[in-house]
């Protein structure tokens, strides 16, 4: 418990030399900034310097107020205990600064080493009085919005792209729904560096692509329990990484694309009875499997797929399958298709509306040659098509 001292003649004296300690511990490195280590190896020298300082944050002279608070602001770690004991137990102007100086240093913590000032406005928020807790909510409110903002900037540094109109999962992310993270061959950060996405908490959407995402970097992803869409392609991951997904609280729909899952990840599959959508495309999920797994959850929720992929998106009139849009590129477009033409049989399959044609299609791998017939007015055209690797349409 901190006793607090009247005020005397020799206070400003005492003042001056608690302002004088800490700020040269700081300068020598007995108080590092910031350093966690510090109170695991509290520094004898420091402490009574820290206390008194505590005290002066309710003196009776505002410049000896806002000097003990700047001071404080620098002194890291060691400040916290005393802080967060002030702000349960002393008055409401100690309270208030206190609280202050603890939103000061929570916003200096680096948020994937232990935070140590942000865990004590936690504390605080959840057993403090009316006064603290309403100042400790909004103080975290500013420190995660600052720490937001600094992590974002961390990120794109080291390769990520930030979206606003991400589509992933068929949904898109807009600004009013928060944004979402694409990381692709472009990403240069580090596993540690992705543990950084459980503080962004308008986070709302993963997209990762690339034979470098294994395991661990989907158990590191899926700790960012604010994330609602994820989309993992082309990665290295088995039934380890599928289990992290499933943990995920918030998870409202997931993509698996060219990724080596098999049959065995079928029950871990079944546990995402949450979702709203899983899309399996060009995995090793057998489509015996995935028909289990549709009894269980629905065919409206699982989209399963063996990967090969023509590169139009098509709408039903007059049961017929117009073509809507088409992806450049793809081998539909190499093929010459055009918007506006209609697609009427898929080998030996007639095709009578789009719902047909992608469950026709859903049946043929990367690589596969099928015969692809299609009309344009009078003309009828047919030609064999090796069919690509699935690519978003929006």
Same mark, same amino acid.
């Given at each position: ?38 109170? &695991? ?18 003196? /009776? ?54 935070? *140590?000032?942000?865990?004590? *406005? ?5 057993? =403090? ?47 009013? =729904? =928060? ?118 959850? =629905? &065919? ?25 849009? *088409? ?26 509306? /789009? ?40």
């Amino acid at each position: 418990m901190i006793r607090f001292l009247p005020y005397s003649p020799r206070f400003e004296s005492l003042c001056r030399r608690s302002l004088a300690t800490v700020a040269g511990a700081i300068v020598l490195g007995l108080l590092p900034l910031g350093n966690s280590a510090a109170i &695991a190896q509290p520094n004898p020298n420091v402490a009574p310097a820290i206390d008194e300082l505590v005290r002066q944050l309710d003196a /009776s002279r505002f410049q000896d107020r806002e000097e003990a608070t700047r001071i404080l602001a620098q002194a890291g770690s060691p400040a916290i205990a005393p802080l967060e004991e002030v702000a349960r137990t002393g008055n409401q102007e100690l309270r208030a600064r206190a609280i202050f100086v603890l939103k000061q240093l929570a916003v200096e913590e680096n948020p994937v080493e232990e935070c *140590l000032a942000r865990d004590a *406005l936690d504390r605080l928020a959840e057993n =403090g009085s009316g006064f603290v807790r309403h100042r400790v909510l909004a103080a975290i409110d500013e420190v995660d919005r600052i720490r937001q903002s600094r992590t974002l900037t961390y990120l794109q540094e080291r390769g990520a792209v930030l979206r606003t109109d991400l589509v992933i999962i068929e949904q898109r992310i807009e600004v009013t =729904g =928060g944004y979402g993270l694409i990381f692709d061959e472009n990403w240069k950060g580090t596993l540690q560096d992705l543990s950084r996405l459980n503080f962004l908490r308008d986070l709302s959407a993963l997209q990762m692509s690339g034979n470098w995402i294994n395991d661990e970097i989907v158990e590191t992803i899926a700790q960012a329990s604010q994330v609602r869409l994820v989309s993992i392609r082309n990665a290295t991951i088995t039934d380890r990484a599928v289990a992290a997904l499933a943990r995920m609280g918030k998870l409202e729909g997931l993509e698996l694309r060219y990724c080596p899952i098999a049959d065995d990840s079928l029950p871990t599959l079944k546990r995402f009875q949450f979702l709203s959508r899983l899309k399996l495309i060009g995995t090793l999920v057998t489509r015996e499997a995935a028909a289990d797994l549709i009894d269980l959850l =629905g &065919a409206s929720v699982v989209d399963h797929r063996q990967g090969g992929f023509l590169g139009v998106a098509c709408d039903t009139l007059d049961q017929q399958c117009f073509v809507i849009r *088409l992806v450049e590129g793809t081998a539909a477009a190499q093929a010459g298709i055009q918007v506006r033409d209609i697609i009427t049989r898929v080998g030996d399959t007639a095709i009578l509306s /789009s719902d047909h044609l992608i469950e026709t299609l859903s049946k043929y791998s990367v690589g596969d040659k099928v015969l692809i017939v299609w009309s344009r007015g009078e003309m009828i055209f047919e030609k064999e098509i090796e069919l690509g690797e699935f690519t978003d349409l929006n």
